[in-house]
């Protein structure tokens, strides 16, 4: 157990649903993020929970929505996604505040039908 | 926005050869460097990071050269081994001041005996 724990593991939905990934870590950490990986392209910064930043990539589409009830806790609601939106979809946190050590989940493969 | 380039996106040695991965960052403000190693079906995790005040880090068959004027920096293995294949990532931080890391491509690597 890594500190990050993300669910679930898979998850295929259409694009008529509404879903929400989980993630969760134990690490005392203050800062968490949101990464899309898809084959043949680099880790994409979706979403940043910290003390000190929100901060959102603005080419995210908004049928992608966060929340962050507190430092532990992030969530990522979907809803009418498409099929290019197929991914393993990634959480992270670190200290925060300089410190950049992340800690990755066993991020959720998504698959929208 | 902030870029990371990284080459080459594949890569193949044999065993005992050395194998290095660059990249080229944007951000002139990016003070920290990591790079990741991710194994098939397995989370992201961190085998080396650098930062912007110092121009090499090694921890045994691996190191890092960062070079900020040109920003670019390298990941370096030598005496590869078949456990060394996997993909790796580079990143560099998102400014100064933030938590976030944004990632290249990641080098698919084969180490064959």
């Known amino acids: 157990e890594t500190g990050v724990t993300q669910t679930p593991r898979h998850l295929v939905m259409g694009m008529t649903n509404k879903k929400s990934l989980k993630c969760e870590q134990h690490?005392?950490?203050?800062?968490m993020y949101w990464y899309k990986q898809s084959a043949k392209k680099p880790l994409e910064l979706m979403f940043v929970y910290s003390l000190e930043e929100r901060v959102e990539n603005n080419s995210v589409p908004s049928r992608f929505s966060p929340e962050c009830p507190n430092s532990s806790h992030l969530f990522l609601h979907l809803h009418t996604l498409q099929p290019e939106d197929s991914a393993l979809y990634l959480c992270a946190s670190s200290p925060g505040q300089g410190s950049y050590g992340y800690t990755f989940g066993s991020g959720t493969r998504l698959t929208v039908v | 926005g902030e870029n990371v380039e990284q080459h080459p996106s594949t890569l193949s040695v044999q065993e005992g050869d050395s194998a290095v991965i660059k990249c080229t960052y944007s951000?002139?403000?990016?003070?920290?460097f990591p790079w990741y190693k991710q194994e098939l079906g397995k989370r992201p995790q961190l085998i080396i990071d650098i930062r912007s005040n110092v121009g090499e880090k090694k921890d045994q068959r691996i190191a890092v050269t960062l070079n900020k004027t040109a920003k670019h920096f390298s990941l370096h293995i030598t005496e590869t081994q078949p456990e060394d294949s996997a993909v790796y990532f580079c990143?560099?931080?998102?400014?100064?001041?933030?938590?976030?890391?944004?990632f290249g491509k990641g080098t698919t690597l084969s180490v064959s005996s």
């Open positions: 690490l005392g950490h203050n800062a």
């Open positions: 990143a560099a931080s998102l400014g100064q001041a933030g938590t976030a890391l944004i």
């Open positions: 951000d002139s403000a990016s003070n920290y």
